[in-house]
């Protein structure tokens, strides 16, 4: 006669790997993402030099901006509220929130157009052209979201790889006609390529008519989330800006050029953050007592991770660092250590937040951005100050050790007021 126990144990089982599947599938996704952004980073630091590739990076920056604008309000409550849902209702949710996605790369992208325009040279020009693209990359992002919500982390892996195969003729393209412009075209324009192909997978057409009332259902989170996603880009926003003014555009370059030697491990970070509110979700509908221990697991596991990426790029000798990012690679290479003192940082943090947004605290979960950003940008600037390029690496270094305490205090106190919420709502019953 089968036990209750020995019932259980295989449902257990089958369920790790359903999560390590979930999981690999994150991995590989942000796998082929990162190659790609890599790969223009590389290009355009190699063809066109640090100052270029400084200009390059405020357009990328500020891409994260308007990024994180659109996954405040469109695919953030959807990861929360629709992951595992019946296909009939995360359909008609993800229609819509795709529809937001898209409306605000269009209003978003007509205001860098009219700046770019208003602001004239490289910038000027390289912050118009990314005006351009900015609906098809925000589109193509929130398929991903999309399909991870819905546990189908294979579709979008493969939406990344069309990406990536579309960039590589864009890339020659780009790089024939040399210019900043070029490449955030090239980028970009890719990018529409896979948001296009995103709509055959899912058989799925963007809302916009729909984006009103997802905004308003939705917007106990979407504005919080909002507030603390551009709190968190807008810092690293202001920080490559005020880089740029205070050492020169080169040092946002160089910073971008160290950023890029964790590539991989980034890849690694972002990779899971597409799936761990989702995967924290499903933890706390399970077994809520287990939500810290995850969120503890996840967290830690990253900065170990980071720790270990950075030590090994320690050992990279000049001659192959040379060959992957040309002249940046000397002024990179110096600033390693705090660069990944500072992913270990933020991995740290992330593990809290993905428990905090699972739980719904999106009241802590904005207390503890706003907090972070603060003390990013004041270490980063401040650093800056103090010790050029090597003080502004050293202080976000410092502000995300900072940080990441306070993710896991307020962590923490949400877990312990679920539990109590739980003990209430059981008594009461």
Avoid at 90 to 118: K, N, P, T, Y
Wanted: proline share 3%.
């Amino acid at each position: 006669m089968t036990t209750e126990g020995e019932r259980t144990r295989p449902r257990a089982a089958s369920a790790r790997r359903a999560v390590v599947g979930r999981l690999s599938w994150g991995l590989a996704d942000q796998a082929a993402s990162s190659v790609s952004n890599f790969v223009v980073g590389v290009y355009v630091a190699r063809s066109l030099g640090v100052t270029a590739f400084g200009v390059f990076s405020l357009a990328w920056v500020t891409y994260g901006v308007v990024l994180n604008v659109s996954r405040g309000v469109a695919t953030d409550p959807l990861v929360v509220r629709f992951s595992g849902v019946p296909e009939a209702s995360w359909r008609g949710a993800v229609a819509r929130s795709s529809g937001v996605a898209l409306g605000v790369g269009a209003a978003l992208g007509a205001a860098s157009v009219a700046v770019g325009l208003a602001a004239g040279g490289p910038v000027g020009t390289a912050f118009a052209c990314l005006g351009v693209v900015l609906p098809g990359l925000l589109l193509q992002d929130a398929w991903r979201f999309a399909f991870f919500a819905a546990g189908a982390g294979r579709k979008a892996f493969v939406n990344d790889v069309v990406w990536g195969v579309a960039l590589v003729p864009a890339l020659v393209v780009a790089a024939r006609v040399g210019s900043v412009s070029a490449f955030v075209l090239a980028w970009g324009g890719s990018a529409a390529v896979a948001a296009a192909y995103g709509c055959v997978q899912s058989g799925i057409r963007p809302r916009p008519s729909g984006a009103r009332t997802w905004v308003r259902e939705h917007r106990d989170l979407g504005y919080r989330y909002l507030v603390e996603n551009v709190s968190n880009s807008g810092a690293s926003q202001l920080r490559a800006y005020g880089l740029g003014a205070i050492v020169g555009v080169g040092a946002v370059g160089v910073i971008r050029g160290a950023e890029l030697l964790l590539g991989p491990f980034l890849a690694l970070l972002m990779g899971l953050s597409l799936v761990t509110v989702a995967e924290a979700a499903r933890v706390l509908r399970r077994a809520p007592h287990r939500l810290g221990a995850f969120c503890l697991l996840l967290g830690g596991g990253q900065a170990v991770a980071a720790l270990l990426w950075g030590g090994a790029l320690l050992l990279v000798p000049d001659r192959l660092g040379e060959l992957v990012l040309g002249g940046v690679w000397g002024a990179a290479a110096a600033l390693v250590v705090p660069v990944t003192l500072g992913v270990a940082g933020a991995g740290l943090g992330t593990g809290a937040a993905a428990g905090l947004r699972a739980l719904g605290a999106a009241r802590r979960s904005l207390r503890s951005q706003l907090f972070a950003s603060a003390c990013y940008v004041a270490g980063g600037l401040g650093g800056a100050v103090l010790a050029g390029t090597a003080g502004s690496a050293w202080g976000v270094a410092a502000a995300t050790g900072c940080a990441s305490a306070v993710w896991w205090l307020h962590l923490r106190s949400a877990l312990r007021e679920h539990h109590q919420k739980t003990i209430r709502e059981v008594r009461t019953s």
